[in-house]
């Protein structure tokens, strides 16, 4: 039973932080990319974090240098570390998994690189 499950959203003031977790029981990480999306009312999905099934990240200008993508593949966790908040980062955030086998083509930050997505969890920074 595949399933991905975020929590750690909540509410943060402008410049603080924040750290979300994604439980993947059923995944292994070894032949999945897995990344963070985030989505606010009347906007496209956009992709704010990805790791490759080699730990290696890749972010969006937009989130570089406050950002962190990190997984623990042992205790099938993700996490995604936010510092330095802003308004503008207020969303609902989903955590995604994207087997080897779909659409390889694509970039990480690529939400159709990605088959499995969680319920998302919000974050409002005021």
């Known amino acids: 039973h595949v399933q991905l499950v975020e929590s750690g959203g909540g509410s943060a003031k402008s410049g603080g932080s924040l750290r979300l977790s994604c439980e993947a029981p059923g995944f292994t990480f070894s032949t999945y990319c897995l990344g963070w999306f985030r989505q606010a009312p009347g906007k496209e999905r956009e992709a704010v974090a990805a790791i490759d099934k080699f730990s290696r990240p890749t972010y969006p200008d937009s989130v570089k240098d406050r950002f962190s993508i990190y997984k623990d593949s042992a205790k099938k966790v993700l996490f995604l570390e936010m510092n330095s908040l802003k308004p503008e980062d207020t969303a609902m955030y989903y955590c995604?998994?994207?087997?080897?086998?779909?659409?390889?083509?694509?970039?990480?930050?690529?939400?159709?690189?990605?088959?499995?997505w969680g319920q998302g969890t919000q974050v409002t920074v005021s």
């Open positions: 995604a998994a994207g087997a080897d086998v779909w659409n390889p083509h694509l970039g990480p930050l690529a939400p159709s690189r990605y088959n499995y």
